[in-house]
């Protein structure tokens, strides 16, 4: 089975199979970015994401097939990058046929990023943020491109970095806001404007137990990711994203163990 790309600000994409699309006939993306009339408060809480480790299974439903994609292990834990307090937000795992992993390091105040490496398979990438600056390089069996971008405040880089600004924020009915998501993948990097809403609440059901959650959707041109935040800690237990480009089959993560001491029942902990 091809790789499966994600959303794009979510991971480093998979290389090869964007490459071919391109190859095909699609058109590139977008290089379109916010501009400064965007309202984007982003006020996270950033003291409510404490070091947890949670493990996710991944998998994809095209028509009526469910194929599982492996799981995946996301680690945060708390560091000091050249003086700066900070989180490390890790992960490894497979996702099909490939092995990924990502090491994104964010300020422990206000969740913004620091570095950034990701692999997946033969693909890497990697990334420094400065105040003003988003500079890096991507390499992969197609080559090498640099990632050289201005920065914004309100700037996602990675599927963890969507965890935890969502798992951060003042969560209602009618909340909504704004946001930048960085997209790197065979040819370089840009940035792209994305909107974050609560759209709903329910109760779910997945293998770490029920909770009660905001349902978030995260919109970007390049697609669109619901994310299930649980009421209490808010943990995200479930996240779907639709991939157009493989005919719209669903990428669903459910969270199966966590030892964070937010989630309840405690069927929900990882054994000592």
């Known amino acids: ?14 290389v090869v199979a964007i490459a071919s699309s391109r190859a095909q006939g699609s058109p590139p993306p977008s290089t379109s970015q916010h501009g400064d009339t965007v309202t984007h408060r982003l006020a996270v809480d950033a003291t409510q994401i404490q070091p947890a480790q949670f493990l996710y299974r991944l998998t994809l439903r095209r028509d009526s097939v469910t194929t599982p994609l492996g799981d995946q292990h996301f680690v945060i834990t708390t560091l000091d990058y050249a003086g700066t307090p900070a989180l ?3 992960r490894d795992g497979t996702q099909g046929v490939a092995a990924i992993s990502d090491s994104l390091v964010v300020r422990r105040d206000d969740l913004r990023p620091l ?32 990632v050289v971008l201005g920065n914004r405040r309100d700037l996602l880089v990675n599927t963890m970095a969507v ?25 370089g ?7 974050l809403a609560v759209e709903g609440e329910e109760r779910v059901t997945v293998p770490a137990g029920d ?10 041109e390049r697609g669109a990711e619901r994310v299930w935040v649980t009421k209490q800690g808010h943990i995200v237990v479930r996240a779907e994203q639709v ?15 966590s030892d964070s001491p ?3 029942p405690s069927s929900a902990r990882l054994p000592n």
């Open 115 to 146: 570095h950034w490496i990701g692999v997946q398979g033969a693909a890497r990438v990697a990334v420094e943020f400065t105040a003003d600056s988003v500079f890096g390089a991507m390499t992969s069996p197609l080559g090498k491109h640099n």
């Open 243 to 257: 991939l157009p480009q493989l005919g719209g089959a669903m990428l669903a993560r459910v969270l199966v163990q």
């Open 211 to 220: 909770f009660d959650c905001w349902i978030v959707s995260v919109e970007a």
């Open 88 to 90: 490390l937000l890790a």
């Open 262 to 264: 937010a989630l309840m």
């Open 163 to 187: 965890d935890a600004v969502v798992s951060s924020l003042p969560l209602t009915t009618a909340w909504s806001d704004s946001a930048t998501l960085l997209v790197v993948d065979a040819g």
């Open 189 to 195: 990097g840009v940035l792209t404007p994305a909107t």
């Open 1 to 14: 089975m091809r790789g499966v790309p994600l959303l794009s600000c979510a991971v480093l994409a998979t």
